[in-house]
């Protein structure tokens, strides 16, 4: 079973701090790894995304890690301000998204 | 353009009554496929439509149904409603769906539905 491993389920990080969120795939077919963020009562919106051949992409305070021969992958959120406090998911994709299950973010002043 | 719409947003029904929920997709948009997404197992994939056929399908059972139109609308229908059925059910649209292309899926809202 295609599986998407997310960590950590929650986390709490003060205005101005680095948010890591990370996530782990076992099958090599996955070509295409997009973040997704979750506000609540609302449908998940996409944030990121990332191919298999590049290591690193960067939009504005976000970036995500790709470490192919690990399997890996990580969103990183730079000077994490409140109104980042959602829910974030890692997804990739074959010929359907496979979702991790989530990270609680919650970013305090 | 218009976003992803789903209705309803919100439902209420009982034990062993059947649903339908509706999507309407970006314009222009052919694939929806369709989430659930709850607390204890996150979002999983329940099928993609595109072109009015099903094209893929997740581990769902035979419950859980669903069409496309040929204005590339889709309906999702749960029959024999059971309480674990509670869930934000969510819509996605992408221009084809097609994985070479890594195109991006656009969420609705999503309809909650809680099964009594």
């Known amino acids: 079973q295609q599986q998407v491993k997310q960590s950590p389920q929650s986390l709490i990080v003060q205005k101005g701090g680095i948010s890591i969120i990370n996530c782990a795939y076992e099958n090599t077919a996955f ?9 609540p009562g609302k ?36 000077d994490s301000q409140p109104g980042d406090s959602a829910t974030y998911f890692c997804a990739a994709r074959s010929y359907q998204l496979t979702f991790g299950k989530g990270t609680k973010l919650s970013v305090i002043p | 353009k218009a976003g992803v719409t789903q209705t309803p947003r919100y439902l209420i029904k009982t034990r062993g009554q059947q649903v339908t929920l509706s999507c309407s997709p970006i314009s222009g948009h052919r694939s929806v496929s369709w989430y659930q ?33 040929s204005n590339s609308r889709s309906e999702m229908n749960v029959s024999t409603l059971e309480l674990g059925d509670s869930a934000l059910y969510l819509c996605a649209s992408s221009p084809s769906g097609t994985s070479g292309n890594q195109e991006t899926q656009y969420f609705g809202p999503g309809t909650r539905l809680l099964v009594l």
């Not at chain 1, 298999?52 to 890690?65: H, L, N, Q, Y």
């Not at chain 2, 999983?44 to 595109?50: N, S």
């Not at chain 2, 056929?53 to 496309?68: A, E, H, I, V």
């Open chain 1, 31 to 39: 070509d295409y790894f997009p973040w997704y963020q979750q506000f």
């Open chain 2, 37 to 69: 997404q709850t607390p204890g197992q996150g979002l999983q994939f329940l099928f993609e439509y595109f072109s009015e056929t099903q094209r893929n399908k997740g581990n769902f059972p035979g419950r859980f149904s669903g069409r496309q139109f």
């Open chain 1, 43 to 78: 449908g998940p919106a996409l944030l990121i995304a990332i191919r298999p051949d590049v290591s690193e992409k960067k939009e504005g305070r976000f970036t995500i890690s790709f470490n192919k021969s690990a399997k890996q992958f990580s969103l990183h959120i730079m």
